[in-house]
């Protein structure tokens, strides 16, 4: 056996765990640490206004129906999704930890995909529930009931636990033998994956899977369902009625928009020409944050009902302190 087959086979049956992978994040930006605050505040703001959303709607019982079933776990998956990624790019860059013990590098890959993945089949069962609203008024209370939307919700996040713990599973059977420079600002599974020097054709196969299974078909989905709603809605006589039940649609519309169409533009920009990776890099960071900040804003003052339910949480509040007071 000569020297190269030699080689080639300590190759094939040496498994090559590193200990660490190294974070390059943004490159040759004397300012970027600003950024970094900037993501900061857009995180202090996620979690207030998530948790605010998620107070109003466990404290208000008018509230407790299936539309805010749906309603409370995207707050939810916004609020966990943001705290999965955020706080560690911030420990990584403004302090300068870039390197990421290995299993800590396929927990942070698999947290962040995973809500992002949670939150973009909510949005598709928002669509649903708009669907039959508009579609099937006569039928909503008994088609979109509590146990079917849990039901529904269950699937989401148990569909998506088992995808991702899949992937980084196939991920954690590959050999590190290259740099282990991952080129990004958090452990992505593309940047990951291609440092690996082992055969890596079931991981490609599993991040186009997941890319199409998270970016492609929600919003597919979700479009289908919106000509179904403009066909039953074009069939209403009355314009009075063809708004009102437009405007229940437009808090819904505006999160699809801020969740799918930056993400779709970046992926296919990335894949069609050259992007500067400082630039993929702000746009995937955005990307991931800038919804769940904007999600329970949009929900909070686009939604008569939430509105009126925080203005009665706060005129009972300030009741019961009067009761109080005078005793």
């Not at 190759?11 to 900037?38: E, H």
Request: aromatic share 14%; charged share 10%; hydrophobic share 50%.
């Amino acid at each position: 056996m000569g020297p190269k087959e030699k080689s080639a086979t300590m190759l094939n049956t040496t498994f090559v765990r590193p200990a660490a992978f190294y974070l390059s994040g943004l490159s040759n930006i004397s300012n970027a640490n600003y950024f970094y605050v900037f993501l900061c505040f857009i995180y202090i703001l996620t979690v207030l206004g998530n948790c605010f959303l998620i107070f109003v709607i466990y404290l208000v019982k008018t509230l407790h129906t299936p539309k805010y079933m749906i309603v409370f776990s995207l707050a939810l998956t916004d609020l966990c999704g943001s705290t999965a990624l955020i706080p560690k790019v911030l420990d990584t860059f403004l302090f300068d930890r870039r390197y990421i013990v290995y299993e800590a590098c396929l927990s942070y890959l698999f947290f962040v995909w995973f809500f992002a993945f949670v939150q973009s089949w909510t949005l598709v069962t928002m669509a649903y529930d708009r669907f039959v609203a508009i579609c099937f008024p006569l039928r909503y209370h008994s088609i979109v009931t509590k146990p079917a939307v849990a039901l529904l919700l269950l699937f989401v996040w148990v569909f998506s636990l088992s995808l991702l713990a899949t992937v980084v599973g196939f991920l954690d059977r590959l050999s590190f033998c290259r740099s282990l420079v991952v080129t990004s600002f958090f452990c992505d599974h593309g940047p990951v994956y291609h440092l690996a020097c082992n055969d890596t054709t079931v991981n490609s196969i599993l991040a186009k899977v997941v890319i199409t299974v998270i970016m492609f078909i929600p919003p597919l989905l979700i479009a289908l369902t919106y000509m179904c709603i403009a066909v039953a809605l074009s069939r209403i006589a009355s314009g009075v009625e063809r708004l009102r039940a437009l405007k229940t649609c437009t808090s819904h519309l505006i999160l699809v928009a801020i969740f799918f169409l930056p993400l779709l533009a970046t992926n296919i920009a990335a894949l069609t020409s050259y992007i500067h990776p400082n630039t993929r890099i702000i746009n995937s960071t955005l990307t991931h944050t800038v919804p769940a900040l904007l999600n329970p804003i949009i929900y909070s003052l686009k939604t008569e009902e939430v509105m009126k339910s925080v203005k009665r949480l706060f005129r009972n509040n300030k009741l019961r302190n009067v009761n109080l007071s005078r005793r």
